[in-house]
């Protein structure tokens, strides 16, 4: 893709609660060394100044070259597209609302960007990560067939998401598409499925299961389900087996109005060997009707990409050639629609980076010379 070849130098951050992490990137690679400061969530004014700063010193890493936009995550809520956050719970000190893209813009008169980071992750992985593999994968096999959606999860301290569909982000109308943390939690329905898809879910059923006092992190407890570790093993297994069915039945909500790939990140999805084999039996799994009649969870059969013998199923049985009625022509159809699930292929932070990066070079033609942000 050009967007690896492109010469522009936009600046970027990793916000987190704790530190900001600023860098820059050209062609979607980062070209400076990460310049880390203490984010100051709880003084405004002191959290403000440090943006300020960490782009100052990455602009002069940069000279004499010269950044064309500066593109980021940052948590919500907010109105993205207006770069204004609202109230964001690691960030007590924007209570109040915060115009941090237009002050960014003002005060470096470059265009600025902030989206969600589940968004800007979905998006990274759709242009040089999951998605572009899955399209390689049918030129390689010599399929006439592109997608075009991706739909991505990050689990980790909670069940982040993003959408793209028709390879463009899907921000919703108020900037709050994607908002899978929010879905109902198919084991505990009368709590979000975060509850359970996080650090804190998988601590809790834990604790529940084993009656072990004190908060073993999630990487113990994988190491105790896989035999790595001394505990108790089975509390250990069907914890995970817990989350895999929440994290399933929210995949198979937004699968069934989206239609798309899936591709998961976040610190969590390093236990993959043991939530995506869970993940794949609940999506292929049935569901009824009040007569009993079963069908399909989901409409398309859900492939593990992170299996051989299964992505190579999902190509092989891709397409077959149907012939038209008193004509010896054929047509091309789906033999068995898939939806390809897959672990990150760039890891979480780069295909957040990458996000930010091409949403930057995607926008700027949208600003007028003068860098004010247009009312959309």
Request: proline fraction near 4%.
């Amino acid at each position: 893709m050009k967007i690896f070849k492109d010469k522009r130098i936009v600046l970027t951050l990793d916000a987190g609660g704790t530190n900001f992490v600023f860098s820059a990137l050209r062609g979607g690679e980062p070209i400076t060394p990460l310049i880390t400061f203490p984010s100051q969530s709880n003084d405004l004014e002191k959290c403000l100044k440090t943006f300020i700063t960490g782009f100052e010193k990455v602009k002069e890493l940069l000279l004499p070259q010269k950044a064309v936009a500066i593109s980021f995550a940052f948590p919500g809520p907010a109105e993205y597209k207006k770069g204004v956050i609202l109230n964001p719970p690691n960030f007590p000190s924007f209570k109040e609302g915060v115009a941090l893209g237009p002050m960014l813009e003002d005060y470096f008169s470059l265009p600025t960007f902030i989206n969600n980071d589940g968004d800007l992750f979905t998006y990274g992985e759709a242009i040089g990560g999951f998605l572009k593999e899955i399209n390689q994968g049918f030129q390689d096999y010599e399929i006439n067939k592109d997608f075009k959606n991706l739909i991505g999860v990050t689990l980790g301290t909670g069940f982040g998401g993003g959408i793209v569909i028709n390879n463009q982000i899907c921000i919703g109308d108020n900037s709050a598409g994607g908002e899978v943390w929010l879905m109902r939690n198919l084991l505990e329905s009368e709590f979000i499925a975060e509850e359970s898809v996080s650090v804190r879910g998988i601590q809790y059923y834990y604790k529940e299961l084993s009656g072990e006092k004190g908060n073993l992190s999630p990487k113990d407890i994988f190491e105790i389900a896989i035999g790595d570790k001394e505990g108790h093993r089975d509390a250990a297994i069907n914890t995970y087996n817990k989350v895999a069915q929440v994290a399933a039945e929210a995949l198979a909500n937004i699968i069934t109005l989206i239609d798309g790939a899936v591709v998961i990140g976040g610190g969590i999805s390093g236990s993959a060997k043991l939530l995506l084999p869970q993940i794949l039996r609940h999506l292929n799994g049935d569901i009824k009707n009040r007569q009993g009649v079963k069908f399909k969870r989901i409409v398309s059969q859900a492939f593990s990409f992170e299996e051989k013998d299964s992505k190579k199923e999902f190509y092989l049985s891709a397409t077959k050639k149907i012939k038209v009625p008193f004509s010896s022509r054929e047509v091309e159809v789906l033999q068995k629609k898939g939806i390809p699930i897959g672990i990150s292929r760039l890891g979480t932070n780069n295909a957040i980076m990458l996000g930010a990066y091409a949403i930057a070079l995607d926008q700027i033609e949208k600003f007028t010379p003068q860098y004010k942000r247009k009312v959309i």
